[in-house]
């Protein structure tokens, strides 16, 4: 096989980091916000009820043995409803997904690779939170996710492809929120995040037909947010975090013959700064959320999220 070759198996590693920064969206915004938003039920019960939107936008650039990075914005909206467990708090949210991009990969050769990469689907989300600060929360979700590629993997030709799969991706995390005597929070976490991208076949403009493995995403993450609340509307928090991936490999073969395989395994740290803003006299509120990667993954992402209390 070509060595080249491996550039037609990158979209397969682009797709699974640009879905897994769906599942980063859904655990920075999607369900943090919703309960705090949730929370202010205990003052107007019609408040159990909300709307939420979130979407980020941003670049990130994934070792893979060569490197692939994708640009783009991921999109979640949802309707989360509070409730009580004994005397623990819930939240539960159903919601649907989006994501759209592109993607550039380059080996260490030089060849090169471009595309675009989409995902529409839907899951379920809940947050369980005990009067002590202790914290479980946990998101299921899947759907479709679609890409192309273009690229010359040989002298004088280019070679394009078309490729969709059922994609499926969760993420389970447990933590304590600790009151601090200056009045500040600190949230301490472990997060598991697990996504999977069913094999496919897709047959090259050349004739060839590639069969494209199953990939699968394996991310631990460890981290810590410091939260200062300037009043009951306002809050402002940082926050540091190591991630490691286990897996992330993309593997693909053509009449038994294997490419090779890039893989988006490795450490990344992660630096993150909020803002939530919380008007008492509105049923709006807002959040703002940006970060900073850098290690096996290397990038910046924003994200902007409004709930709306119904």
Known sequence: MNDQTKSLVEPRCGATDFINRGADLLAASGISSAAKEGGRAEDDEKRGYQLWAAMSQGTMHAETGSYVTTTGYNLS????????????????????EYGRGTYHTYLDDGTHGSGKISYLGAGLM?????PNGHWLEAALHGGRVRSDYTGTISAGTVSTYDSGNTYYAAHIGIGKTRLLRTGDTLNTY???????QDGTSAQLNTGETYDFDAVASHRMRVGFTFLHREDTSKEIYAGLAYEYEFDGEGAASVQGLAADSPALRGGSTMVELGYRFIPPDSR?????????????????????????AL
Do not use: C
Not at 77 to 89: F, I, P, Y
Not at 190 to 196: A, D, G, K, N
């Open 77 to 96: 909206v949802g309707w989360a409803k509070e409730g009580k467990l004994r005397a623990a708090k819930t939240l539960f949210t159903p919601f649907v």
């Open 126 to 130: 809940g947050r369980i939170e005990r």
């Open 190 to 196: 472990l997060r598991y995040f697990y996504s999977r």
């Open 284 to 308: 709006l509120s807002w959040h703002i959320h940006m970060a900073g990667w850098q290690g096996t993954r290397r990038g910046m992402t924003g994200n902007i999220q409004v709930s709306w």
